[in-house]
């Protein structure tokens, strides 16, 4: 499988760590919360993945900032890593997909009316994102950090519903693709098309903006979000990775 790198830095890009370092061709992040998006060691081009990979030296970078060593394992990636690890009694989690599809077919997906777009997030954004993924105050306050520090063009969604606000996501633009983040609905308005009008609100935005493709990572075994995303043509696997954490014990 050749690797769409655009599509990784893009991932990489929306939900930045708050703290990184190379190290041997991995990036190490660090953020604090429990995502483990910002807080594992991802392959960059051209990472070694077998005996040369800088394990030892990542699991060092982990302890001294007293953090479990996580590394994210693209499906393209020299499964010599994920053996080494496995040896090494690292567990699986995480298994993910990466989704892409062309950002006019998401935006002609629904009717956008009604949604709220801004280049920043504001409180009330915030806190419907903490009530709705059900974050702790540390948590949030991770999360708030990590927003914040979006460098590239993005834009923050909201949608009001019989509720309150009934759907959020945000997104993020780098090299031509558009990388949705965050994209979460209220369990009491679900199954209503608010998501879809969020996800099309965002799709113009950044085809107005020149990007053409649309990204984001899903878990594999999320019927509903893959059923919702196959719905506005997002259905193309980019690749899926997974994740593997260093055992308690050691």
């Known amino acids: 499988m050749t690797p769409d790198w655009d599509v990784e830095e893009a991932g990489i890009n929306g939900f930045p760590a708050l703290r990184q370092v190379v190290c041997g061709g991995w990036l190490v992040r660090i953020s604090g919360g429990p995502r483990r998006t910002a807080n594992s060691a991802t392959p960059l081009p051209g990472a070694p993945a077998g005996p040369e990979a800088p394990i030892e030296a990542c699991e060092a970078l982990y302890r001294r900032h007293r953090r479990p060593a996580i590394f994210r394992i693209p499906s393209f990636l020299d499964p010599g890593i994920d053996r080494r690890l496995a040896a090494r009694g690292y567990t699986a989690e995480g298994h993910s997909c990466v989704l892409r599809g062309p950002v006019a077919a998401v935006a002609a997906a629904a009717d956008p009316a009604g949604v709220r777009l801004a280049g920043r997030p504001d409180r009330a954004w915030l806190a419907a994102m903490a009530r709705l993924q059900n974050q702790t105050a540390a948590q949030h306050a991770v999360y708030r950090r990590i927003v914040a520090a979006v460098m590239l063009p993005a834009a923050f969604a909201a949608l009001d519903g019989e509720a309150g606000i009934a759907a959020l996501a945000y997104g993020v633009i780098h090299r031509g693709h558009l990388c949705y983040e965050s994209v979460v609905t209220d369990p009491g308005q679900r199954r209503r098309g608010h998501a879809r009008r969020v996800l099309a609100a965002?799709?113009?935005?950044?085809?107005?903006?020149?990007?053409?493709?649309?990204?984001?990572?899903?878990?594999?075994?999320?019927?509903?979000?893959?059923?919702?995303?196959?719905?506005?043509?997002?259905?193309?696997?980019?690749?899926?990775?997974?994740?593997?954490r260093e055992p308690v014990t050691r």
């Open 202 to 244: 965002l799709a113009a935005w950044a085809g107005a903006y020149g990007a053409s493709r649309a990204c984001l990572q899903v878990e594999a075994d999320n019927a509903p979000a893959r059923a919702l995303y196959d719905a506005v043509g997002m259905s193309a696997e980019a690749h899926r990775y997974f994740y593997r």
